[in-house]
């Protein structure tokens, strides 16, 4: 008898992105007449940079013909792209980074959530509390932890970021091997220093653990002073892999390429105590299990990084941080508390009622969909999660129908 994967039954019904999903769904086919609004889930709206446009159908074109067709390519990613992600990402900002660290994928939310594999079943994991759902459930599908009770499995080691804190937590009480942190927060905003940091990695590095750092929303930072990477903190290329992405900061949402930094120094160890090359491990999981993202999205991708690239792209993502700054104000005049959309596009804001019975008065009330706090974890309750990514015109008509609908 072919038996399911008991871990499965562990998990909530569904993820938290499909379950908001379905509700607007069930929403617009009752209300066929409502303009929904979208400031839920974080996707991007606006049209890729021309520069990508333009390479992408450049390779197109070389597909096309025999002389310059390709067929499988290295796994982790064409060299080109390797190269100029090393370059403009890291070397820019002090940071070496080898080519060959760098490992291209289709996706943050896959790299994140696959990571978890090639560490020890019995890794004792720390998750933020408010967080990124899939950082949780793919190690419940893994079988390294419990029953979820009242909001929390149990075997998990939750980080509390709260306002006390300002959003970044405190270490852990408790061991733990492997950290996951996220900034600019996703879902807070919050933005982490490098003092900060610095704590996280010397933790970290006295605790033989390892940090993994999604940096997906680096691009949103303004305030010159927060690192983009966490290599940017010495002796973190010991400890840590970061994660990177084109989704938000190019508009590749819809087109698929992320990466993925292992340094050579990076550890972790057998159950001996022997260090190992995480490198090593994770090259043969990703040679493995994936085949190398399309040579056309890797051309595009490497577009970015042209004179021309970084300037759209900077455009693209200053246009969703003028919409942050109109949410933020609009919000602030409804005398809400609220953290974000300075160096990020996402708006936490404190409700002081039930998440999904607010999420549900500005969906039925508005036709605005936004993402209740408490899906993120028990940390959540009591907040809404306002994405800035749409046409400034929406998200302004969909702030008058906010505020019209608080006013009440
Ligand atoms: C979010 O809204 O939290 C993100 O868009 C989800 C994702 O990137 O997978």
């Given at each position: 008898m072919i038996r399911v994967n008991p871990n499965y039954n562990k998990l909530q019904a569904s993820y938290l992105f499909s379950t908001i999903a379905k509700k607007v769904g069930e929403f617009q086919a009752s209300n066929p007449d409502k303009d929904i609004i979208k400031l839920g889930i974080g996707d991007v709206t606006h049209g890729l940079p021309p520069a990508s446009i333009e390479a992408m159908h450049k390779a197109v074109d070389e597909m096309a013909a025999d002389e310059t067709f390709r067929g499988y390519g290295p796994e982790q990613g064409y060299d080109f792209l390797r190269e100029a992600i090393a370059l403009n990402d890291f070397a820019s900002r002090g940071v070496t980074i080898q080519a060959d660290e760098v490992f291209v994928s289709d996706g943050a939310k896959c790299d994140t959530g696959n990571i978890q594999e090639i560490f020890a079943q019995e890794a004792r994991i720390a998750v933020p509390d408010?967080?990124?759902?899939v950082y949780v459930d793919t190690n419940v599908m893994a079988g390294r932890t419990d029953q979820c009770q009242d909001g929390r499995y149990q075997g998990l080691v939750y980080l509390e970021s709260t306002a006390d804190n300002h959003y970044v937590p405190a270490l852990p009480s408790e061991p733990v091997d492997l950290i996951y942190l996220c900034f600019p927060n996703n879902p807070t905003g919050a933005t982490v220093t490098h003092d900060e940091l610095k704590t996280w990695v010397d933790y970290a590095r006295e605790h033989q653990a390892l940090i993994l750092f999604?940096?997906?929303?680096?691009?949103?930072?303004?305030?010159?002073?927060?690192?983009?990477?966490?290599?940017?903190?010495?002796?973190a290329k010991e400890v840590a892999i970061e994660f990177r992405s084109f989704s938000k900061t190019a508009g590749f949402t819809g087109t698929r390429c992320a990466y993925t930094i292992v340094p050579h120094d990076c550890r972790a160890y057998d159950a001996e105590g022997n260090a190992q090359e995480v490198h090593a491990l994770w090259t043969r999981r990703h040679t493995t299990k994936f085949n190398g993202v399309s040579y056309p999205v890797q051309r595009a991708a490497e577009a970015v990084f042209s004179v021309e690239g970084q300037a759209q792209i900077k455009a693209l993502t200053d246009s969703y941080l003028h919409n942050a700054a109109h949410i933020r104000e609009q919000v602030s005049a409804l005398d809400y508390d609220l953290i974000g959309g300075?160096?990020?596009?996402y708006i936490w804001i404190k409700t002081g009622e039930d998440s999904w019975n607010f999420f549900d008065r500005l969906l039925n009330d508005a036709a605005v969909v936004t993402t209740p706090g408490t899906g993120f974890g028990?940390?959540?309750?009591?907040y809404i999660r306002i994405s800035a990514f749409n046409d400034f015109a929406k998200v302004e008509e969909a702030m008058q129908r906010i505020v019209a609908t608080l006013s009440i």
């Open positions: 408010p967080v990124y759902p999604d940096a997906a929303y680096e691009a949103f930072i303004r305030d010159d002073t927060l690192p983009h990477s966490i290599y940017e903190v010495e002796g300075q160096n990020s596009p028990t940390c959540g309750e009591g």
